[in-house]
């Protein structure tokens, strides 16, 4: 934090405030005075997808140069996020689960959704499993 105030950097300064706030939140509303690693993965990776959904708003709007802003926003809180999985380990993992769980139509979606979420927590988006899931077993 102290890097982005004396570097003047106000966009990354911002998104390193928001996570700080959404962490005295966290702690706040359990009593707390540590957040468990789990926790702050799902906080961080909910305000990327504020992020995320915000400039997707600001675009539909016509409002360019808010989306930026947000989207810029969405890149520094990122980088406190796992390495994303790419698409053909996230098929291999998914196949694996399908074949685990027995899955073999679309009805056992949820099985095989759920164990990957939790398999893979932070490293892949829910609807990216789950879009994944559904083209396997279709």
Do not use: C, H
Not at 125 to 138: C, E, M, N, R
Request: net charge positive; proline share 1%; no cysteine.
């Amino acid at each position: 934090m102290k890097a982005a105030m004396r570097a003047k950097d106000k966009e990354k300064l911002q998104a390193i405030r928001a996570v700080k706030t959404a962490f005295t939140l966290e702690m706040t509303k359990t009593g707390s005075s540590e957040i468990a690693d789990a926790d702050a993965l799902k906080i961080v990776q909910k305000l990327a997808k504020q992020r995320k959904d915000s400039a997707d708003t600001f675009v539909s709007a016509g409002r360019q140069e808010l989306a930026d802003a947000e989207l810029n926003e969405m890149l520094y809180i990122e980088a406190y996020l796992p390495a994303q999985i790419n698409d053909e380990e996230l098929t291999e993992i998914i196949k694996g689960l399908v074949k685990k769980t027995g899955a073999s139509s679309i009805k056992d979606m949820g099985k095989v959704v759920g164990m990957a979420s939790k398999e893979l927590a932070g490293r892949a988006d829910g609807k990216t499993i789950a879009d994944k899931v559904k083209s396997l077993l279709t």
